[in-house]
């Protein structure tokens, strides 16, 4: 198995967690959105459908989508792993920013980062060993 290879197969596994935490936000929007300390509002029925759509279809799809360019079509499957990388690595900033600024450094602000950095992380290996690759084969030049 070559690196690029190894890269592809850690950021569908990475797919697959994406996708798992979308299609429990589907399955049970409640606990997702309890979780960091907010509720559903009983008066405003599209809530629940708020948290279903952003949280479960958006990951769901685009991580599902992700993994299936990176099985059938890796140049194109790495491009969209290196959005999702950004994706979640502007999540892992936004969160640093937050925990700095609400002085909040909790056990689960904590873990929720280096998460989201490792995501982000493992999605950019795709683009990085394939363009790579690319380059070492064509003598650095990428067209």
């Not at 967690?17 to 997702?32: K, N």
């Not at 990176?70 to 499957?77: H, K, Q, S």
């Given at each position: 198995?070559?690196?690029?290879?190894?890269?592809?197969?850690?950021?569908?596994?990475?797919?697959?967690?994406?996708?798992?935490?979308?299609?429990?936000?589907i399955a049970r929007p409640e606990d997702v959105i309890g979780m960091v300390g907010l509720?559903?509002?009983?008066?405003?029925?599209?809530?629940?459908?708020?948290?279903?759509?952003?949280?479960?279809?958006?990951?769901?799809?685009?991580?599902?989508?992700?993994?299936?360019?990176?099985?059938?079509?890796?140049?194109?499957?790495?491009?969209?792993?290196?959005?999702?990388?950004?994706?979640?690595?502007?999540?892992?900033?936004?969160?640093?920013?937050?925990?700095?600024?609400?002085?909040?450094?909790?056990?689960?602000?904590?873990?929720?980062?280096?998460?989201?950095?490792?995501?982000?992380?493992?999605?950019?290996?795709?683009?990085?060993?394939?363009?790579?690759?690319?380059?070492?084969?064509?003598?650095?030049?990428?067209?």
């Amino acid at each position: 198995m070559s690196i690029s290879d190894f890269a592809v197969f850690l950021a569908v596994i990475a797919c697959a967690i994406g996708g798992a935490l979308g299609g429990f936000a589907i399955a049970r929007p409640e606990d997702v959105i309890g979780m960091v300390g907010l509720r559903l509002d009983p008066e405003k029925p599209h809530s629940a459908a708020e948290v279903r759509a952003t949280y479960g279809g958006l990951f769901l799809l685009s991580h599902a989508a992700t993994a299936a360019a990176l099985g059938y079509a890796p140049i194109v499957g790495a491009a969209m792993a290196l959005t999702l990388a950004f994706a979640w690595l502007g999540a892992a900033l936004a969160r640093g920013y937050s925990m700095i600024r609400e002085d909040a450094p909790t056990p689960f602000n904590t873990g929720a980062l280096i998460f989201e950095m490792l995501m982000g992380l493992t999605f950019a290996l795709p683009f990085w060993s394939l363009t790579s690759a690319a380059a070492r084969s064509s003598g650095g030049v990428l067209v």
